[in-house]
């Protein structure tokens, strides 16, 4: 049982390029999320799905896009690298609203220079 | 709005003493409260919650953590640190907003169990 698995887990990119992360859960998990890590300031949320089928802004979407291919696949696509966005970016899945806490994957440490 | 805040930076203490990681909250509603931990290179793992019942919650690892509810706080404890448990301490409080679990994470505090 993977959980949630994330790719790639290192990357580098110049300014101004374009990159998908992916994420895929094998728990039939009905929401994902994602999140990135800056030092002291904790996670922020940039993009969820509730559901198959819809996505939602977070906190900091700017920058950002995402696509629920599936229920399975939820995928957060930079379109034009800035440096600001150098981080470590999470995703998570729930069983959706009221349930259990988030399984995460293990994270894409992603260098914009 | 929904927010937690982890006053600490960093918490020290030495192996089998006590250990204590504050959190306080603010939520409108009644407030679904948890803690993760997330060690060097990992994604972070839940350790407990908070959503009714006994104030003194059990979680993984020995951990637990006690939802007092006139002082906003969740603190997360343990009787007796080993250094094992040195790693980044989490709170979360779920975001009411919408129709989403949506969890708003605290600053988090890193916890260092001395030898």
């Known amino acids: 049982n993977a959980g949630v698995t994330q790719t790639p887990k290192f990357q580098v990119l110049k300014t101004g390029q374009s990159m998908t992360l992916q994420c895929a859960q094998d728990m039939n998990h009905n929401s994902m999320y994602w999140y990135r890590q800056d030092p002291g300031m904790g996670l922020r949320l940039i993009y969820y799905?509730?559901?198959?089928?819809?996505?939602d802004k977070g906190e900091v979407p700017n920058g950002y896009n995402v696509s629920r291919l599936n229920k399975r696949e939820f995928s957060l696509r930079l379109e034009s690298a800035a440096p600001s966005q150098t981080s470590v970016y999470f995703c998570?899945?729930?069983?959706?609203?009221?349930?259990?806490?988030?399984?995460f994957g293990s994270g894409t440490r992603l260098t914009v220079v | 709005a929904q927010s937690v805040a982890q006053p600490e930076d960093q918490v020290n203490v030495a192996e089998g003493n006590p250990l204590t990681v504050k959190c306080t909250y603010s939520?409108?509603?009644?407030?679904?409260l948890f803690w993760y931990v997330q060690y060097p290179n990992r994604g972070l793992q839940f350790l407990l919650k908070?959503?009714?019942?006994?104030?003194l919650v059990k979680g993984s690892y020995g951990f637990e953590a006690e939802f007092n509810k006139s002082q906003t706080s969740f603190h997360l404890k343990k009787p007796s640190a080993l250094v094992s448990d040195s790693a980044l301490y989490f709170c979360?409080?779920?975001?009411?907003?919408?129709?989403?679990?949506?969890?708003?994470f605290g600053t988090g505090t890193r916890l260092t169990v001395i030898p």
């Open positions: 799905s509730a559901s198959e089928g819809t996505t």
């Open positions: 908070y959503i009714t019942g006994d104030n």
């Open positions: 998570a899945s729930s069983e959706g609203p009221r349930r259990e806490g988030y399984t």
């Open positions: 979360a409080v779920r975001d009411t907003r919408g129709g989403a679990n949506n969890l708003f």
């Open positions: 939520v409108s509603g009644n407030p679904y």
